[in-house]
């Protein structure tokens, strides 16, 4: 039994790769997923090698043993298969889509080929001291193999031209090992037929890929420092945030100072008496805006009620507005803007938020004729707690002040004909006011007449928690797009434009913060900047991040505005790779991403 050597080496060397590999848990990415296949495969083949020797060493060529070569044929092209799938994962790290194509067209094909080989027939060779195999069956595993291998060194090839210097080349190695290996198993099988070396080539391409595959704390450290990256991108959605709320706060403080300069000297009781509910309905709201949502000191898990029921926020709010674009008129602009970083799944009673949130959104279609509704969804997270602020803001005739404070000041007990509405989804204002101060929650309206109305729910709910999670899922290696502008709705716009893309979208309202960012050393692969800001120009900031950085060169974009269209080719000549007409905003970001992205 001396050809029993290399089949045991190529099993001891698997099982050793398996046990260390599977020692501690690993990151599950699609590049691990693919090794550990292919480990797995690779053992399995190499004992499946030892059987057969053993077995027809020792009976020579049992009716049996036909079909185990052909499940070994099986394990052969599993393991060239899961190789090609592990390149074309490295090849194509950045097109998924394409990816995907073409591992399940070579899955059905792999499928296909099963079949035939307990169809075709097969030839063993067991005399003096050589086992091999011949016949119809293993032609077709060559041929299956060779296309597999000449499509690896096709994406190989193909990768290293594109990313000459990229250090993921290294993944590349074993491909290379396997084709040396490869060689020289074929001269010494056409040599010495009787040494079975076929199973030891792959084992030690499986050893040396394990050394390219990254070591799982240094891949730890570097999710963590990506994550870092990630919290960041939510620091900027949150300061546009408490950007938008700190001009909501100013506004009531404008209106008081307003009303308290034409209260001077004023002597007519009913014109003072109006002038002090003003003062009052603005006061209030400030207060709200500060206590329930800024207010995160207020935020305690141990006050909540927590609900034995989960609901998903994104999936409630995608129904509610569904909803709602079946009533609304073609002369109503709905807009959304919805934060990405709300908690997947939360405590609560979904039924019940979402007959407030409809109630709302239901009124809001009643009293505005034309213009636009808006619903915009924020969070703070604190510990397991996450605050739900929903803003739904319309353009329609809005509320009195009496009206107002009629609903501010309602009573929170629910009465019998309360209870009788309950469980209708179109309930009045007022029910909903208590139905959410039974949640737990609270709702604050901004409202002026002839101009429109803002609905604000603040909801304090309890996140779900997954203790299963080893590794947080990240999307690495995304191209980071910066977009600049002080006006929040032209940041809404791009970032919706953003979201067809596997790009990383980044914004901000304040030019320095990128500037900043730029002189820290941080990285984009473009950057969008509105060409009149306040107190920076487009050009200005173009000339801070040429001055903090040496050798600047991020392709950097200006948006314009309409009477700007004339001079956009002046632009590009005083330092701008490109430009973004507002009016045609879809149009050039797509371009702008396909040429830059």
Excluded at 189 to 207: F, G, H, K, N, W
Excluded at 407 to 427: F, P, R, V, W, Y
Aim: glycine fraction near 4%; proline fraction near 2%; include cysteine.
């Amino acid at each position: 039994m001396n050809n029993l050597y290399f089949p045991i080496c190529a099993v001891l060397i698997n099982a050793l790769i398996l046990i260390i590999f599977n020692s501690k848990q690993r990151i599950k990415s699609e590049e691990t997923n693919a090794y550990s296949f292919l480990i797995i495969i690779g053992f399995l083949e190499s004992l499946l090698a030892c059987i057969l020797v053993v077995l027809m060493n020792l009976y020579g060529k049992p009716s049996y043993i036909y079909n185990i070569h052909r499940v070994d044929y099986i394990l052969m092209l599993l393991w060239v298969w899961g190789l090609f799938n592990y390149v074309i994962i490295v090849a194509l790290h950045n097109n998924k889509k394409i990816r995907t194509i073409i591992q399940k067209i070579s899955l059905v094909i792999n499928i296909i080929i099963f079949i035939s080989f307990f169809f075709l027939e097969v030839n063993v060779i067991n005399e003096n001291g050589v086992i091999d195999t011949n016949g119809p069956a293993m032609n077709v595993l060559f041929s299956a193999l060779s296309v597999y291998v000449i499509l690896m060194v096709i994406f190989v090839i193909k990768s290293l031209v594109k990313n000459f210097k990229s250090s993921t080349n290294k993944k590349f190695i074993p491909l290379f090992a396997l084709a040396v290996f490869g060689i020289v198993a074929l001269l010494v099988r056409s040599v010495a037929p009787e040494i079975l070396i076929i199973s030891l080539v792959a084992a030690y391409a499986d050893l040396i890929m394990f050394f390219t595959i990254e070591n799982p704390d240094v891949k730890m450290i570097y999710e963590l420092n990506k994550n870092k990256k990630l919290l960041e991108s939510m620091s900027e959605e949150k300061s546009n945030f408490l950007f938008s709320m700190s001009q909501d706060t100013k506004r009531p403080i404008d209106n008081i100072l307003e009303v308290k300069n034409m209260l001077d000297g004023e002597k007519d009781l009913e014109t003072i008496n109006k002038g002090l509910k003003v003062i009052e309905n603005n006061a209030r709201g400030l207060k709200n805006i500060i206590n329930n949502v800024l207010d995160i000191s207020s935020i305690n898990s141990s006050k909540l009620s927590v609900s034995t029921d989960t609901y998903n926020v994104y999936t409630l709010l995608n129904t509610c507005i569904k909803t709602l674009e079946k009533k609304i008129s073609n002369k109503i602009e709905l807009r959304t803007r919805i934060s990405k970083n709300i908690p997947t799944e939360l405590y609560g009673d979904a039924v019940k938020l979402k007959q407030v949130i409809s109630s709302i959104l239901f009124n809001a279609v009643k009293y505005t004729k034309e213009g636009y509704i808006e619903v915009s969804v924020n969070e703070i997270v604190k510990y397991d707690v996450c605050r739900l602020i929903i803003e739904i803001e319309d353009s329609g005739c809005g509320m009195s002040v009496e009206i107002l404070n009629e609903l501010l000041k309602s009573n929170s007990d629910l009465e019998d004909t309360d209870l009788l509405k309950l469980d209708s989804l179109d309930i009045d204002l007022k029910l909903a006011f208590k139905i959410m101060k039974k949640l737990g929650g609270y709702i604050n309206i901004k409202s002026e007449e002839n101009v429109g109305s803002t609905f604000t729910i603040v909801l304090d709910q309890k996140i779900k928690i997954d203790k299963n999670t080893y590794y947080s899922e990240y999307i690495f290696n995304k191209k980071k797009v910066m977009a600049v502008s002080d006006k929040l709705q032209t940041l809404k716009d791009l970032n919706t434009l953003s979201s067809k893309y596997d790009i990383e979208f980044l914004t901000t309202m304040h030019s320095d913060d990128l500037v900043q960012r730029i002189k820290d050393g941080e990285s984009f692969d473009v950057i969008i900047l509105e060409d009149e800001m306040i107190p920076n120009s487009a050009f200005a900031i173009l000339g801070k991040m040429q001055e903090v950085r040496q050798g600047f060169n991020t392709p950097t974009i200006v948006m314009l505005q309409k009477d700007k269209e004339s001079i956009k080719e002046h632009y590009v000549e005083d330092g701008f790779d490109g430009y973004i007409r507002k009016e045609n905003l879809e149009e050039d970001f797509d371009n702008i991403i396909k040429k830059y992205i």
